[in-house]
């Protein structure tokens, strides 16, 4: 059986999905058997946990491109060695021009390849990131992110002057009690 598996980072990038649905439709798998779901990589990934204990012997999970699975070289080590000691393989569809199903050896070769220059070209562009992050540093023009609690201060002095509890204002303002300490100073 062929098992789908579609996802995007976040809500808003509805189109994204659709054409995910519409690829792994395309490719035989039945729109039932399609598990999507909009969540970033790195938090919890429900529909992922269902479709990996969804898969049985001979089935086959796939999705449409590497990046929608997995969030780097471990995590997709860890999941491709979960579908294999199911009995399952591992198809991707969008690999340059070609489709890429681990059921076979030259699959399995390509996939590691493919997993190896991405996580090569992550570090890369975290390395110009931070370049670049500490050149603006020195010429003074990168400050940080400005603290969220820090921006409702005058919220949280109105409170406590008007006499709301400490635990009222940090549960209302959603904010820890630590922000609720560096709120009164400023």
């Known amino acids: 059986m062929l098992l789908g598996l579609s996802r995007t980072s976040t809500t808003d990038q509805q189109a994204g999905l659709e054409g995910q649905v519409t690829e792994l439709t395309a490719y035989g798998v039945e729109p039932a058997n399609i598990y999507t779901e909009q969540a970033s990589a790195v938090g919890a990934r429900p529909q992922l946990d269902l479709v990996m204990k969804m898969l049985r012997k001979d089935d086959k999970l796939v999705v449409t491109k590497l990046d929608r699975l997995a969030r780097n070289v471990v995590h997709l080590g860890q999941l491709v060695e979960q579908i294999e000691s199911r009995g399952a393989g591992l198809v991707i569809l969008s690999m340059g021009n070609q489709q890429l199903d681990t059921t076979t050896a030259t699959g399995k070769l ?55 509890q400490r635990a009222v204002v940090m549960a209302q303002l959603s904010i820890s009690k630590a922000s609720y300490y560096r709120c009164l100073k400023v």
């Open 110 to 164: 390509l996939l590691n390849m493919m997993v190896s220059v991405a996580q090569f070209e992550r570090e890369m562009m975290l390395e110009r990131q931070r370049v670049g992050v500490q050149r603006a540093k020195e010429q003074g023009l990168y400050k940080g992110r400005v603290p969220s609690a820090i921006k409702q201060a005058d919220k949280v002095k109105a409170l406590v002057e008007a006499g709301v």
